[in-house]
C-alpha cells in the first residue's frame, strides 16, 4: 500500500481553475471508482468534499468536482476563491478493506 | 448529527503500547454496514490510513502497521479503541478517528484528533 502521489502544491490566482492530480495504480485508484477527496485547512480536521470519484456531499460547493482516468484521479477547483487554501488528499479504496491517501497537495490562492 | 472524540495519552515513551479511544455518537456501530475508523498525521506531512472496524466486528489494517495494530470495539459504551505497540518517535503526530457510512468508500465525520508525541 504505497501513498497515492499528488503533486506537493499548486497555486492560482482568484476565479481561476486549478486541478490537482491523483496517481495510484491498478490495485486501487485504477481498480475501484471510490476515489474520495478530502479539504484540510491548517489546524482542522479533514473534511470531505468528493466521493465514488466526482460525487459531493451535500453542502459542498459545485465548484469542486472530480474525474477519474486509469490509475489517474482528479480534483478540480474551479472559480478558486481565498477560502479554498487549504491541503487536500485524495484516498482510494485499496482491496481488501483497506485504504490509502494520497501524499497531499497544499493549494494556493495567489 | 455525528460527532468523534478521540482521547489519549498526549505522551508516550520509545517501546510503549499507545492506547487510543474514540467516544462517538449520533450513529450506532451496531447499524449494518458502518465503519469507525484511525488515520494519523505526522506533524507537517500526509494522512495515513490506519483501520476500520465494522459494524459485524470485521477488522482491516494498514499493510505495514498490521503487525502492531489492534482495533477493537465496545458498543455499549459507543466507543472505539485502537493499540498501537512498540511505539516509535517516527510515530509521532495527530490521530484521527472517522466514521464510514454503511456501506461507502468514503469517511463522512472525522473527530478533531489528539496529538500524540513519543519521545523518551
Known sequence: QSALTQPASVSGSPGQSITISCTGTSSDVGSYDFVSWYQQHSGKAPKLIIYEVGKRPSGVSNRFSGSKSGNTASLTISGLQAEDEADYYCCSYAGSSTFVFGTGTKVTVL | ?120
Not at chain 2, 490506519?50 to 466507543?79: F, P
Open chain 2, 1 to 120: 448529527q455525528i460527532t468523534l472524540k478521540e482521547s489519549g495519552p498526549p505522551l508516550v515513551r520509545p517501546t510503549q503500547t499507545l492506547t487510543l479511544t474514540c467516544a462517538f455518537s449520533g450513529f450506532s456501530l451496531t447499524a449494518n454496514g458502518v465503519a469507525v475508523g484511525w488515520i494519523r498525521q505526522p506533524p507537517g506531512k500526509a494522512l495515513e490510513w490506519l483501520a476500520l472496524i465494522y459494524w459485524n466486528g470485521h477488522q482491516s489494517y494498514s499493510s505495514s502497521l498490521k503487525s502492531r495494530l489492534t482495533i477493537t470495539k465496545d458498543t455499549s459504551k459507543n466507543q472505539v479503541v485502537l493499540t498501537m505497540t512498540n511505539m516509535d518517535p517516527v510515530d509521532t503526530g495527530t490521530y484521527y478517528c472517522l466514521h464510514r457510512p454503511d456501506g461507502s468508500t468514503w469517511f463522512d465525520s472525522w473527530g478533531q484528533g489528539t496529538l500524540v508525541t513519543v519521545s523518551s
